[in-house]
Every structure is written in structure tokens, then in C-alpha cells.
């Protein structure tokens, strides 16, 4: 068993988590302008397409997290790829598509803050509680490393449609607002804001 076995209820059977709904989870972010570069490359992915997962992470979701560590001075790393083996006995563990860390380094996991999940068929439910598994082995990780840290996030994306969710006291928390690429300053906010309650809560030692 891995990551991409569970379901929602299997997690709350095996793991005992609650899971909730939350309406706009988000709504105060405020939108972020996209860069130029980041307008040009999405509109290039449009014109050349995107229909395999492949394709759409490296056209439509790459791009959107480079333009994030750009506009945070590459403040994280983006792991892209890497295994998140923490506890096999119990399925956590296997390929997440992409982690981002407060690290400089690219090759080994180390104090993850966001997982993202690459819906697998353009399933995003089902990508859903992929992501909440990575999450849970996420937190068991930063608090092997003695790094915990009280609120994680995640995405389930197929590139065009984000769902966001939260993970924070054993409960997973589930935005019910789905976000777009054509709403991109909305989304851009969306990520913006995690990134900076988590910058605020490693300088207050929260890691």
C-alpha cells in the first residue's frame, strides 16, 4: 500500500483523522498579478496543449510554482519527484509529485510545508486523498526531524482545477472552492497566503 491507495475513509479508519469541509477556505487572500513570463508561458501552453498529466505539469504547473519561488526569493525548495517514504508498514510512503520545503536542498526531503498532487486521470477527489496521505506522513516526517510543524497544506491539481486542503490537530480540513488557471491572480493568491503563514510561523519557531 502508498500514498495513492487511500481514500478519505480509509484514512479516518486507519489513522482515526476527522475530515470537514470549509466554504472559500481562502477568501480573504488577495489576488497576485501574474508576471509577464508567467502570462506568455501559460498562453504558449494553451496553444500547444495539454493533454496528458505529463504535459500539464511541466506546462501549466511547473511554471506556476516557479513564478511563487521567484516572487518569494527562492525563500523554498521545490522537490519535484521524490519518494516520501516514512512509514511503509502503515502506506505512507511512495512518489510525490511535487513537495515544497524550507531547505536549500534539492535531493533530500527535509521539513516539508506543501504537498502537491497531480490528479491522476483529472480526478481531483481522488487526488484529494492522495495528497491528505502525503500530508500525514509530511507532519510524521517534520516531527521525526524534530521540525513539527502545526499546519500543513496540500493541492490536488490537474493543472487547470486546484483544490486546496488543510491539515492541522488531526483534522483534514477541504476547501470547498475549487480554483482555476483562468482565474490565475485568484490562485496565485491562494498560494501566496500559504506560503506566508508559513514563513510567519517558521520565524515564530513553529517548525
Not at 506546462?59 to 511503509?88: H, M, Q, T, W
Amino acid at each position: 500500500m502508498a500514498y495513492s491507495d487511500f481514500t478519505l475513509d480509509r484514512l479516518i479508519q486507519d489513522f482515526g483523522v476527522d475530515v470537514q469541509g470549509e466554504q472559500n477556505m481562502f477568501a480573504d487572500a488577495p489576488a497576485v498579478e501574474p508576471s509577464s513570463w508567467l502570462t506568455e508561458s501559460l498562453q504558449r501552453a494553451k496553444d500547444m496543449g495539454y493533454g496528458s498529466e505529463k504535459s500539464r505539469s511541466e506546462r501549466l504547473v511547473s511554471p506556476i510554482l516557479a513564478e511563487l519561488s521567484s516572487r518569494n526569493k527562492n525563500a523554498f525548495a521545490i522537490i519535484s519527484g521524490a519518494n516520501l517514504d516514512v512509514d511503509a508498514s502503515h502506506g505512507l510512503n511512495g512518489e510525490c509529485d511535487f513537495i515544497l520545503s524550507f531547505t536549500r536542498l534539492q535531493d533530500l526531503v527535509r521539513a516539508p510545508i506543501f504537498c502537491i498532487t497531480e490528479a491522476k486521470k483529472q480526478d481531483v477527489d481522488l487526488g484529494t486523498a492522495q495528497c491528505a496521505a502525503q500530508l500525514l506522513g509530511a507532519a510524521r516526517l517534520n516531527e521525526r526531524q524534530k521540525k513539527p510543524i502545526h499546519r500543513l497544506y496540500g493541492c490536488s491539481t490537474t493543472g487547470v482545477e486546484w483544490r486546496f486542503l488543510r491539515f492541522e490537530a488531526n483534522t483534514f480540513v477541504l476547501d470547498e472552492t475549487r480554483h482555476l488557471v483562468t482565474e490565475l491572480p485568484q490562485l496565485l493568491g491562494v498560494l501566496q497566503q500559504i506560503i506566508d503563514v508559513q514563513l510567519v510561523a517558521s520565524a515564530a519557531g513553529q517548525r
